[in-house]
């Protein structure tokens, strides 16, 4: 049987808030990070999901979040 040794890299523990590994550069986004090729209508969307994201710390959101962005863009049924 072969022994792997651990690699000599220090470990990181990314659940420790003080660890710099535990902060993002910067925030991912749930969709693509450029919004050139969308239509003016919907790289406004996409900008206002993107602000409540950052806003509230969120990675991904709920339908029920997507509807309020839309709605405060001022879309209605």
């Not at 690699?7 to 523990?13: A, E, H, I, L, T």
């Not at 450029?34 to 900008?47: D, G, I, N, Y």
Request: net charge positive.
């Amino acid at each position: 049987m072969t022994t792997l040794s651990p690699p000599d890299v220090p470990f990181v523990d990314r659940r420790n808030p003080d660890s710099q590994a535990a902060r993002p550069a910067r925030e991912r986004r749930q969709f693509a990070n450029s919004h050139e090729e969308l239509s003016p209508e919907a790289r406004e969307l996409a900008m206002a999901i993107d602000h409540y994201k950052l806003v509230h710390r969120r990675r991904f959101i709920t339908f029920e979040e997507m509807l309020s962005v839309v709605k405060s863009l001022g879309y209605h049924k």
